[in-house]
């Protein structure tokens, strides 16, 4: 490996900025980081150069670990989308610059200058100053000079910023042919998502401070594993769908997409279902689809821009049901819209006007493997379920998850009875305020469908850490993949527990470092989740409220397998109202606690397991 991150962070007043970044760049490889402005690029462009130091980790280069040894030293070329040439000096001295500093001698200097100007299509410029250049020469100076001492990794912050779009594509296709003619490892940092396809072996997309995802550009088009990536990547319509043994359902209407021989958790549960535009069919009824329908619509929305036609249909019927949850980049979260894309030859071959009633089909939908699909405030009265929805910390996790906030009166919550069902199971992510009857609250909600329950305490603040924490080991992989969903849309710091019971033991230790590293391993590659660890004895609770009562700003998720567990582990935590917010996440390792009255809600097979990444 040419670069190797393991866990870096840096923190800015105590926030993480780049949060336990973890990737391998190989050698001669292209690497492209992608993400909005301030999600931590430059910040971890700047750790590897050795420009900032890192707070937690290792930076590895060529297999040996520089996290201590200062830029000069690391061997990299730098270039910045501020061109940074010497004002004062020659095209030919800012190139040299770097060797003269090494004593390289005059002569040697000459021959490296003249092989740069060939490389970067700058020949004979040597005595022009960087006034006398245009933005894209500048930039192309800038990139022979990073490579005068030819670094073994090149390291590119946003090159093409400042430049317009024909001058940015040249020097685009200079930098790909300098990268593949030298074949060094590069890492080129930008917000622009066509730019990270144009050039990238290989995209790692950020987003508030994490490394989200890092794949081809096809593969991470076509299978993004969380909402961020599919709607940065490109256009995507979210849907809300169900996943049935049958295929997708949306609303009422059955997709014949995604069949299933085993459902997660043994039922049919909610999905968030990825729509490209181009994905997506239109024919003037339901019977001249060639594709599987999924709702009728009007066309609202009509934009000719050339090579496609953009448009966008409001669905009347099918999928609307399905509530949307997200619709390209404008916010319709709450109507119905899908944005569709089609080429002329599509057009021509049914031509649409605005007004017009069309039928939808879609070629091909793709599931998220997300366990967290949306939320349900719930309270046993209308005002308090209403408010609950607007807090603020749910409100912006929601918004972060391009999901809805859906509200639920339950009346039996104000004293829950085990002997009441829910009228219909609840779906997504229960919510409630954390409150005096919370236990018998959050046994009702968890034994009436809802697989994860958050608890919120009316000032919660987002989190700066979240501990991760299972009661045992059939909870484990569930809990992995609410906690990776959630710190996906939290810039918070993720440290799971691993507790061992009684006391410090010198014996008992390698067993309980053995099972921290599993747990981090396997966060890692099934759900793309970079954590902490820390190990520690006694009572999970007392360990647990020992770790929380530390600050506020902590977040707890727990994973249990049985009500059972809930009450005699945790019971004592849950009889007073918690400061801190709370996700338990449920998965019932055996069919024990079903109200009989909700029979087949949780007939589950196996362990409750939720999907892995694909
Ligand atoms: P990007 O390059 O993705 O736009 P940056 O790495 O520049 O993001 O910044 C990430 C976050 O860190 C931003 O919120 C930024 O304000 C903050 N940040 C960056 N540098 C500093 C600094 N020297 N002091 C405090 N905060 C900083
Ligand atoms: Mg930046």
Same mark, same amino acid.
């Given at each position: 490996m040419s670069i190797t991150l393991d866990q870096v962070t840096k923190r800015y007043q105590g926030a993480p900025v780049v949060n336990d970044v973890s990737l391998e760049v190989a050698q001669g490889e292209f690497f492209v980081l992608l993400g909005?402005?301030?999600? =931590?690029k430059s910040t971890l462009l700047r750790a590897i150069a050795g420009l900032t130091g890192v707070d937690h980790g290792r930076i590895a280069l060529h297999g040996q670990d520089v996290t201590h040894v200062s830029a000069r030293q690391r061997g990299v070329g730098l270039v910045f989308q501020n061109y940074a040439l010497f004002k004062h000096m020659t095209v030919g001295e800012n190139i040299e610059f770097a060797l003269r500093v090494r004593h390289m001698k005059a002569a040697d200097r000459l021959k490296r200058r003249r092989e740069l100007l060939r490389l970067v299509a700058l020949e004979g410029m040597d005595d022009r100053l960087p006034t006398q250049l245009s933005g894209g020469q500048q930039q192309r100076v800038a990139v022979a000079r990073a490579l005068a001492h030819k670094p073994q990794v090149l390291l590119l912050d946003e090159?093409? =910023?400042?430049?317009?779009a024909k001058i940015r594509e040249e020097l685009r296709r200079t930098i790909r042919q300098v990268q593949r003619e030298l074949k060094i490892t590069t890492v080129l940092v930008t917000h622009d998502q066509e730019e990270a396809f144009a050039l990238a072996d290989r995209i790692g997309v950020m987003n508030l401070g994490r490394l989200l995802e890092s794949g081809k550009p096809d593969e991470l088009y076509a299978r993004p594993a969380t909402r961020f990536v599919a709607t940065f990547l490109g256009a995507a319509n979210l849907l809300l769908a169900r996943q049935t043994t049958q295929g997708i359902r949306f609303g009422s209407t059955p997709v014949?997409?995604?069949?299933?021989d085993k459902l997660d958790g043994g039922r049919e549960h909610e999905v968030v279902a990825v729509l490209r535009p181009e994905e997506i069919e239109l024919a003037p009824t339901r019977d001249a689809l060639r594709t599987n329908f999924i709702a009728n619509g009007v066309v609202e929305e009509l934009v000719f821009t050339g090579a496609l036609e953009r448009m966008r249909v409001r669905m009347t019927s099918g999928a609307a049901e399905g509530q949307l949850v997200s619709s390209g980049a404008e916010n319709h979260a709450s109507s119905a819209f899908l944005d569709v894309t089609r080429t002329q030859y599509e057009h021509r071959a049914f031509p649409v006007t605005l007004q017009q009633s069309v039928a939808v089909g879609v070629r091909r939908i793709h599931v998220l493997p997300t366990p967290l699909s949306s939320y349900t405030a719930c309270a046993s009265g209308p005002e308090a379920a209403e408010r609950l929805a607007r807090h603020p910390f749910l409100a912006e996790l929601a918004a972060r998850m391009k999901t809805r906030i859906a509200s639920r009166v339950e009346p039996t919550l104000a004293a829950p009875d085990r002997n009441v069902a829910a009228s219909t199971p609840i779906s997504g992510v229960a919510v409630i305020a954390t409150q005096n009857n919370l236990l018998q609250q959050s046994e009702w909600l968890l034994q009436n469908g809802a697989a994860e329950l958050l608890v919120l305490p009316s000032q919660a603040a987002p989190p700066q850490r979240v501990l991760i924490h299972w009661a045992d080991d059939s909870a484990r992989r569930s809990t992995l993949a609410v906690a990776a969903s959630v710190l996906r849309h939290v810039p918070a710091e993720a440290v799971y527990l691993g507790i061992l019971p009684g006391a410090a033991d010198d014996a008992q230790k390698p067993l309980g470092v053995r099972a921290l590293l599993d747990a981090r391993s396997e966060a890692q590659s099934v759900h793309g989740l970079e954590m902490r660890t820390e190990l520690h004895f006694g009572g999970a609770a007392e360990a647990l409220n020992r770790q929380l009562g530390e600050s506020t700003d902590q977040m707890l998720i727990l994973g249990i397998s049985s009500l059972q567990q809930l009450r005699d582990q945790f019971g004592a935590m849950l009889a007073s109202p918690v400061p801190y917010s709370l996700m338990i996440v449920y998965r019932p390792?055996?069919?024990?606690?079903?109200?009989p009255r909700l029979d087949?809600?949780?007939?589950?097979?196996?362990?409750?397991e939720r999907a892995a990444l694909s």
């Open positions: 909005p402005s301030g999600s =931590g090159p093409f =910023g400042a430049l317009d014949r997409a995604h069949p299933t390792a055996k069919e024990l606690e079903v109200n087949g809600i949780r007939d589950t097979g196996g362990a409750g």
